[in-house]
């Protein structure tokens, strides 16, 4: 994987939980945007878009 999102998938509630974590406390250094995709099987998809040059998000990962 070379771009910077993380992937969230899992029941609706779960997601729900983890979209309201990050608006409480949003990624310091780019705001990580949050994107939500629904699947044929009706679970929810997250991603969470991390700038390329994010020092959080390669901290992460390291
Ligand atoms: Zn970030």
């Not at 771009?3 to 998938?9: E, G, H």
């Not at 974590?21 to 699947?39: L, V």
Request: aromatic share 4%; net charge negative.
């Amino acid at each position: 994987m070379t771009d910077n999102n993380q992937y969230v998938i899992g029941q609706p509630d779960v997601i729900a939980a983890i979209v309201k974590a990050i608006a409480a406390s949003p990624c310091p250094d780019c705001n990580a945007d949050t994107e939500q995709t629904t699947d044929q099987h009706g679970t929810q998809h997250l991603a969470v878009l991390h700038d390329n040059t994010c020092p959080t998000y390669r901290e992460m990962n390291s």
